[in-house]
């Protein structure tokens, strides 16, 4: 599991109200919880005794407080909506995945070219590992253009939409 997946996964954790979750993807296993001492906790490294074992490990725990990643957290965040030099807004991926228009395939998009948002309004969905996550608008205007296409993959902080 790359340093990347368990942002992201720690971005979607606290949008949440979960106290506790555990992610099992291929042999990497991760375990959140907000600040409670898990009764799956693994001691460290260290305390552990030295031993060799013949068999490979498959997967191995891994526990992380967002309180301990917070600050990190903080320091890399890139706002959803950021004004850019022409005067509009730009509103941003807040997470990795799919970008969708729309709830479903035959169902209108939430926004297009020309509509009026306003702060709070749902904009699209994104798609994190089987999530689908609404992006809600940070700022208000009418949207002057929309960045990408339906069913693309979207970065984390990539600009979305423009704002007027």
């Known amino acids: 599991m790359q340093y990347d997946e368990v942002k992201e996964l720690i971005a979607i954790f606290e949008k949440t109200d979960l106290n506790d979750m555990e ?21 460290p490294v260290a ?15 891994v526990n992380v407080s967002t309180d301990t990643l917070a600050a990190e957290s903080k320091e890399e965040s890139v706002s959803k909506a950021e004004e850019t030099a022409e005067g509009s807004k730009v509103i941003k991926a807040p997470i990795v995945g799919t970008f969708y228009q729309s709830s479903a395939p035959d169902k209108e998009p ?55």
């Not at 020309?114 to 949207?143: H, L, P, R, W, Y």
């Not at 002057?144 to 704002?163: A, M, N, S």
Request: proline share 4%; glycine share 6%; hydrophobic share 45%.
């Open 110 to 164: 939430f926004v297009k070219v020309g509509d009026t948002v306003a702060q709070g309004d749902v904009v699209c969905i994104i798609e994190a590992m089987k999530f689908m996550n609404e992006v809600n608008s940070e700022v208000s205007g009418t949207i002057t253009e929309i960045l990408v296409k339906d069913g693309e993959f979207v970065e984390y902080g990539q600009e979305l939409f423009r704002v007027k």
């Open 47 to 61: 305390a552990q005794p030295a031993a060799v074992s013949a068999q490979p490990v498959v997967s191995q725990p």
């Open 23 to 43: 992610v099992q993807l291929d042999n990497a296993r991760i375990r959140l919880n907000r600040g409670t001492v898990s009764p799956w906790a693994v001691a």
